[in-house]
Nanobody, 120 residues
Framework: QVQLQESGPGLVKPSQTLSLTCTVS??????????WSWIRQPPGKGLEWMGA???????YYSPSLKSRTSISRDTSKNQFTLQLSSVTPEDTGVYYC????????????WGQGTQVTVSS
């Protein structure tokens, strides 16, 4: 059973950089054809895909967030990390990490989510 756990600060000041880490257990982030995403949900809104890193280390970003987003990984720790720069209160929400396999339309494993609030 693959498990994902988000970690990071719950409160970030405007203009700062948000950094979150997803720690994966029960499976490897280098498992062939796996795709590891960051997804967020602002209050009262739907889920928004932010970006992903593949099992081979390739990264993909939402066009609307690409200029502020960076996703990296540490294979020795089986973790992948989200950095979102120049945050504003509109970046407040619950942030999730999730796994999808290539060729599948849905995510099969999700973290529990972590609340991030952007406020001075």
């Amino acid at each position: 059973q693959v498990q994902l756990q988000e970690s990071g600060p719950g409160l970030v000041k405007p203009s700062q950089t948000l950094s979150l880490t997803c720690t994966v257990s029960g499976g490897s982030i280098t498992t062939s054809f796996s795709y590891w995403s960051w997804i967020r949900q602002p209050p009262g809104k739907g889920l928004e895909w932010m970006g992903a890193i593949t099992y081979s280390g390739n990264t993909y970003y939402s066009p609307s967030l690409k200029s502020r987003t960076s996703i990296s990984r540490d294979t020795s720790k089986n973790q992948f990390t989200l950095q979102l720069s120049s945050v504003t209160p509109e970046d407040t929400g619950v942030y999730y990490c999730a796994r999808r396999l290539f060729g599948r339309s849905s995510y099969d494993y999700w973290g529990q989510g972590t609340q991030v609030t952007v406020s001075s």
